[in-house]
């Protein structure tokens, strides 16, 4: 099978030499390299051309989460797999990417997301939310697996996660205009359609974000807006608010264990959270100015 992995990348001169060197390390796989970079301009190139890389350039206000990565599929349309990994992960092992092909060997697979482990920089807070939602058990899930599993049963993350063509082209290919989670939206069509999505726990890489309460705040206005925009992806998966509780408490008792003392923290950061998300579904009601302030990915107003 010809694979493809595309990273893109906006100035990441200073966090790509690391996953570079990652996957120049890997072994058992046969994969080509394809950066699509958002028209950088802190020297990213010179960190490409050291480690034999070329970026295809596009302008950075026609960067999306879906229609990006939609290009990459486009571009590189002789892969028979397409891998998407994020220029702040590293892979954690030379078999990263062999284990994380292993799963399509089964017909039915369309997609399978990689695990992904906290950075050492990692905050408590920015553990747990890896360790909650990263199993150490490798599993398939399929349309049955819906109702017993609500929206974890779509879960997968573009940070490390491949996808085979077929399926793609079969659900209709990237979505051409949402603000985050292209990946579960594309995860959610294939479970639709009949395809399985794997997980496999021994692909792994590195992946965690320190935010602070208020890009907390941001992330789930964007979440609340794609889930309020995709009304069919709860309709089908459930709402999220189930999940939501399961992860507080998760967090209550690992933080009692290990940082107590972050505790009255990560209840605000909830709360946080909580009214963010509330905020991104009532988004159609709010003015467009507000939207931008409130969104992380305030380039996804841009023409609205």
Known sequence: M????CIPTLNAANSVS???????????????????????TDGSSLIFNKFGFSAYIIPRSS???????????????ESDIIIFMTQDSILASTEAIK????????????????????????SPIAAHARLFNY???SSIKSKDDIA????????????FAAYRRTALIAVGGFPSDVILSEDTYVATKMLQAGWNVAYAADAICYHSHNYSMLEEFRRYFDIGVFHGRESWYLELLGKAEGEGKKFVMSEMRYLSKRAPWLIPIAV???????????????????????????????GYWKNL
Not at 19 to 25: A, N, V
Not at 63 to 77: E, I, K, V, Y
Request: glycine content about 6%; charged content about 25%.
């Open 2 to 5: 010809k694979t493809i992995l």
């Open 18 to 40: 690391s996953l570079f060197e990652s996957i120049t390390k890997q072994v058992y796989c046969d994969f080509d390299v394809k950066i699509i970079d958002s028209d950088s």
């Open 63 to 77: 960067f999306n989460h879906g229609s990006t990565r939609q290009l990459a599929l486009d571009l590189w349309s």
């Open 99 to 122: 284990n994380l092909l292993a799963p399509f060997e089964d017909e039915k697979v369309g997609a399978v997301c990689g695990r992904q482990l906290p950075h050492v920089e990692a």
């Open 135 to 137: 199993s150490a058990e």
């Open 148 to 159: 017993r599993l609500g929206i974890k049963a779509a879960f997968i993350s573009n940070s």
């Open 268 to 298: 605000l950061r909830t709360g946080f959270k909580f009214v963010g998300y509330k905020l991104g579904q009532m988004a159609p009601r709010l003015p467009l100015w507000l939207k931008r302030q409130l969104s992380m990915n305030k």
